[in-house]
């Protein structure tokens, strides 16, 4: 399990945040995305990641994915990396996002 760096809001970056990635496979390019996050201590009832490949500033191949409630947070569906970057961030069924301070998150292998 890799734990993502957070924006602050303050131009620092919290080395821990209920952001995680778990690589599913040995090279990493499977992955999935479990979020504990604002929207989910917010009580939110569903939670989609929004996500796509590329450059933090040109997302390509963005799709929204409903993530599933487990006991870890919410977790999105097994992601094949088709690029060396995934872009994301989220947000709940009333359209309240958490976009890590309008830097959103990044896997990259």
Not at 53 to 61: D, E, K, L, P, Y
């Amino acid at each position: 399990m890799i734990y993502l760096n957070a924006h602050n809001g303050e131009g620092d970056y919290e080395s821990f945040s209920r952001i995680k990635a778990d690589p599913t496979s040995s090279d990493g390019k499977n992955v999935k995305i479990v979020y504990d996050g604002l929207l989910s201590k917010s009580g939110a009832d569903q939670i989609f990641m929004r996500a796509g490949f590329g450059s933090r500033r040109n997302w390509q191949a963005v799709y929204d994915h409903p993530l599933h409630k487990t006991d870890r947070g919410w977790e999105s569906p097994v992601l094949t990396m088709t690029n060396s970057q995934l872009n994301f961030c989220f947000k709940d069924s009333a359209s309240n996002w958490d976009n890590n301070n309008g830097e959103n998150w990044t896997y990259g292998l």
